[in-house]
């Protein structure tokens, strides 16, 4: 009983599930941090494809094996007509609106590029974006609804 009088002991319950809110968050950030990873890829001159594991079935047997492949990850920037990088920040196939009517992230070239990343990942961390993902959520949601 000597070694656990050191420890802290405490009488708590697992919660059941993280609040939709919480995954919402932890979604964007990981689609973040693959952005990032592209930027820095593009930025060293180096290719960027994570591997993901996919069940294929066989046609002539039936039977299903799990095969990895590489994940095609498209990036959230562009250029603009003034030589600017644009980036839109996406939730699904849905771009946030980062703040009223707008939806872009300007900066002036791509070194730029992964400082502006990390501080929209820093905003997401935060909640600063937890309305517009609220918002974009619903209107996801609303197209998988079954109508009777």
Avoid: H
């Amino acid at each position: 009983m000597g070694e656990l009088a050191n420890l802290k002991l405490v009488t708590t319950q697992r919660p059941s599930g993280m609040p939709p809110l919480m995954q919402r968050r932890n979604r964007l950030i990981a689609k973040i941090w693959e952005q990032l990873q592209l930027a820095k890829a593009q930025q060293d001159g180096r290719v960027f494809s994570p591997t993901v594991l996919r069940t294929i079935k066989n046609k002539e047997t039936g039977a299903r094996s799990t095969v990895e492949s590489s994940k095609r990850i498209r990036p959230w920037w562009w250029t603009a007509e003034n030589g600017k990088i644009c980036i839109t920040v996406k939730y699904g196939a849905k771009a946030i609106e980062l703040a009223k009517g707008k939806n872009t992230v300007e900066v002036a070239s791509l070194t730029e590029l992964v400082p502006a990343l990390e501080t929209l990942k820093a905003a997401v961390s935060a909640g600063e974006l937890d309305s517009q993902l609220e918002v974009v959520s619903k209107s996801l949601s609303t197209g998988f609804k079954q109508t009777s």
